[in-house]
């Protein structure tokens, strides 16, 4: 089951950000400086007392002039609303109870998400505490006092959350359908391709019970095996602002990707592969999904016998971090090549769930140690010990080595790459964990 989505609301300068940072701590589990994801991040992996979730910021809704606060605001909490499992609206305990906190708080009252209010700034219970009492008047239940800055009451404050996930959240997933996400940026044609599929394979179409959010739950079967897709198209809201189209269509594909076990990302052929095509690759590839990248309106494409040779590489360029994707050229509306998205699906699922011996692994680990040396640092040498598979979807592997501090990024990107030599593993990322041989974390 899909881990429950937490969503951070407020009006401008009440602290969203801090309070984000604060909850997300250390636990941020997205790969640094992955090339494709905004270094502004906006969403993150969190564990509170064995109980793991996403943790969203909706923020960005400063305005660029005053006639559009209100409306930015409201874009901004109707995203959580929709979104969210639970949400942590917050608001400011020294500039106290506003006309806009109000406003917000009747759009959270009157929707079914749980809500837990948090009055931020509270650095001094001695000085603030009775200023909280203020806010019972938004009548969404008792106020959550704590400091974003000093982290303080933020145990209390993921309490409260906690209390509103659901036991099926956080118990695995025992549904064995390939679940497949349609993400991409407005107007590719996801939904096209959903409906395409559905025609094509003449099979029941139903709300699947359990679904939380309002991304669309699809049923198609194809010879014989159902996949469950997951429609992210038409969940945007038009706005004046680019960013809050961006940030929206973010939102989205996280909720999308969480429940998914493969993605498909759509690119529009006619406009090529975009920097915010990258950044929605890049929050499938952070999350270990099986990914397909499928070129649609193949079709309306003028192609000469190395259209897509060029295209491939392109393609590759841009998502460099990624070069594992399985790529397919297709058109929903002719329906070319639809049928082989099965296959490729099929096949990156396979390699999601394939495990290597520790025997073979161990092969080809010193045959890669043997053709290129390891690196040094003032005269010490990283040793590898020892390569062992320990979890599928994706496939992960720990490496004992004698010094963490040795094992450079490039060096574990050439072992990935001996080891996709042996095995292929196309369409899924692999993961490394690089432990010494004491087993002790730094």
Known sequence: MSKPIV?????????KSTLFNALAGETISIVKDTPGVT?????????????????????????????????????QAQIAIDTADVIVFIVDVRQGLVDSDSK???????????VVLAVNKVDSFQKYGNDVYEFYNLGIGDPVAVSAASRLGIGDLLDEVAKHFRAEQLEEEEDERP????????NVGKSSIINKLIGANRVIVSDIAGTTRDAVDTEVVHDGTEYVFIDTAGLRRKSRIKEDLERYSIIRTVS????????????????????????IAGIAHDRGKGII?????????????????????????????MQYAEMIFISAVTGQRLAKLFELIDVVRQNQNMRVSTGVLNEIMMEAVALQQPPSDKGKRLKLFYMTQVAVKPPTFVVFVNDKGLMHFSYVRYLENKIRETFGFKGTALK?????RSGKEQ
């Open 179 to 186: 679940r497949v996400a349609i993400v991409g940026k407005p």
């Open 104 to 114: 917000v708080a009747d759009m959270l009252r009157r929707s079914a998400k749980p």
């Open 7 to 15: 969503a951070i609301v407020g009006r401008p300068n009440v602290g």
């Open 256 to 279: 999308a990707v969480e429940r998914a076990d493969v993605v498909v990302l759509v690119i529009d052929a006619a406009e090529g592969v975009t920097e915010q095509d990258a950044k």
């Open 39 to 75: 270094r502004d991040r906006i969403y993150a992996d969190c564990t509170w007392l064995n109980m793991n979730f996403t943790l969203i910021d909706t923020g960005g809704i400063e305005p660029d002039s005053k006639d559009i606060i209100l409306s930015q605001m409201r874009e």
């Open 432 to 436: 490394f964990l690089i432990r010494e």
């Open 293 to 321: 990248v499928a070129v649609n309106k193949w079709d309306a494409i003028e192609k000469t016998d190395k259209t897509i040779y060029e295209y491939t590489k392109k393609i590759q360029d841009t998502l460099s971090f």
